[in-house]
């Protein structure tokens, strides 16, 4: 027969002698772990749950904004190739910049899917210092060549779908770049593609795209969105 008595401060004698001491802290049991430990679990997280996880008390926003989390966040979604920059605002501040040029760059595509000129108009920083190299071999610099380039990409009547992969992004205070490749047919090679982005009056724009010209059986096979 086991006998268990449990007395204040929880102190609980068992088996008439052994003796286990438990303290009552209040915190629960994801608080109480190492931090070596929660920065792992941390790491099964997406963007809103860490993100959610850190509005829940002052324990957890320590634990969420911790700069190890981010960094394995920031690997599972865009890239290990970064792992040994340290950026100047920790890697929270880096994730969030570089979630904001694969949403800004996703949007470019939009636009050359949908064919909205003045919306690619805005999308330009208006500079004569801007170039565009389309995939036809053809080069434009300033805004306005590059503006009529656009213009004569949108008149045309036949238009490939395109696939973006292999996101690569590398972000800096007020410049970000973004290299990919876009498929026409997975099956086919990919056109090589880098977006520049300068920052200006609180957003993001466009200043350089370079498509690379793919050939196919020796012709020059042009991707007309760019």
């Not at 008595?5 to 629960?28: D, F, H, P, R």
């Not at 990409?153 to 205070?173: G, P």
């Amino acid at each position: 027969m086991t006998a268990k008595l449990s007395g204040a401060n929880g102190i609980t004698v068992e088996n008439g002698g052994e003796m286990s001491v438990e303290k009552q802290t209040g915190a629960s049991m994801m608080e109480q772990l190492v931090p070596e430990i929660t920065t792992h679990a941390l790491s099964y997280l997406d963007f809103p749950s860490l993100c959610r996880l850190s509005m829940t008390n002052s324990l957890m926003r320590k634990a969420a904004n911790d700069d190890n989390a981010w960094k394995a966040l920031y690997n599972k979604d865009f890239t290990l190739e970064q792992d040994n920059v340290n950026p100047p605002n920790g890697w929270k501040a880096y994730y969030a910049a570089t979630r904001a040029i694969v949403t800004v760059n996703a949007e470019f595509f939009r636009i050359v899917r949908e064919r909205l000129l003045p919306a690619m108009g805005r999308f330009w920083l208006n500079a004569d210092y801007v170039k565009c190299f389309h995939a036809n071999g053809q080069t434009y610099s300033g805004y306005d060549a590059v503006m009529g380039s656009w213009r004569a990409v949108f008149s045309w009547e036949n238009v490939n779908d395109f696939q973006i992969q292999d996101v690569r992004t590398r972000v800096l205070s007020d410049m970000a770049w973004v290299n990919m490749k876009a498929y026409i047919d997975i099956g086919a090679r990919p056109f090589n593609m880098t977006n520049i982005y300068e920052f200006h009056d609180g957003r993001w724009f466009m200043v350089h795209h370079h498509s690379s010209v793919s050939l196919i059986g020796g012709v020059q096979h042009q991707l007309p969105q760019g």
